[in-house]
């Protein structure tokens, strides 16, 4: 019987060719958010042949101020589009046939402005150009973390349109695939929380209160998204705290977006203050994403120390999720979906130029055609 983690998934419009994806990383390499020749292209480029049926890019910051440090990406201006459109359609280029593109689009609330994770990841200091930032509330991520301003009307409306005027950005530079970013403590997922919201307002206080904003944003970018592309969010299954977000508010925050038109949810979690402890450990966040399916009904990806072929292949066949994301595991190992084609008895096409390991290594893979890479130099001819 063949493996359901390498048969094709709907997603809204899409059809992706497998139900492995590449999950959205952080690479802190940007020009003043625009993508570069150097370490966006290698970056994407070994993900475009990877095999995976959707890779998503990075968290990208819809206004200046959104980034989380001055090498995050954005789409903010003229120039990021036009670096996106470069670099994607450079990845294009080498991409397994079937493979889709998405991008990840963010604001980095409370924790943005801070250093980049090699230099601690703290709060950016006066000498190293920090930045003010925003929130729903006054109330810092964490002591010695910069107070954010809470957001008023201007800014909210300020805040949406920058969402909606990012979403057009990446559907002209070629995605097919939006996917909002509500999780991991940034300002969509401050909203949700009742740990991060204490207004008073509309947008504060009950749980249908704390939805609008992240709803608003949500119907905003499904108006400038085309039918023919994937909208989807990443939201938090939980914030691993008492009194704060659970999964049952995941199940009605990922209904509320079923009903607006978003197609998937990855469940994550965690991030919402400092110093509370996330029990990471194998596959640790999957029965959220298998509650959020079942209670919701919502395409829905795991993510979380999803490492091996066959715990994959576990998830997806048991129904706990319709698809699952790998960060670490492809950063480790960008063929990971080659080899777990060979361990699960699934085909998968190779780039023509290296034909040569799959007929040395992996007698039973496909191989693409050279007419599956016609922009490849060499490949058609
Ligand atoms: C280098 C790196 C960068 C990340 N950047 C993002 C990001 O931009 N957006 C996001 O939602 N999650 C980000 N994450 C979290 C991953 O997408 C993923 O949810 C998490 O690492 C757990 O999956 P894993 O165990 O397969 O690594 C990042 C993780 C890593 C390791």
Redesign the pocket.
Known sequence: MSARLFTPLRLGPLELPNRIVV?????YSADDGCANPVWHRQHWAQFAMSGAGLV?V??TGVERSGRITHGCLGLYSDACEAAMARELSAAKRLALPGTRFGI?L?HAGRKASVSY?WQGGKPLGPGADPWPTVAPSAIPFDSEWHTPTALDAAGLARVRDAFVAAARRAVAGGFDAVEL?M??GYLLHEFLSPLANRRSDSYGGPLANRLRFPLEVARGVREAVPARMALGA?ITGTDWVEGGWTVEDAVILAKELKAIGVDFA?V?SGGIHGGIPVP?QPGY?VSLAARVREGSGIATRA?????DAEQAERIVAGGQADMV???????DNPRWVWHAADRLGAKIGYPPQYARVAAALWPGAKLARPDDFPSLPQAAK
């Open positions: 999950a959205p990383m952080c690479q998503v990075e968290a990840q963010a994770p970013h999780a991991h990443r990855c994550s990471a966040q993510v979380g120390l999803i490492v994301a790998l960060a670490r595991a492809l950063l």
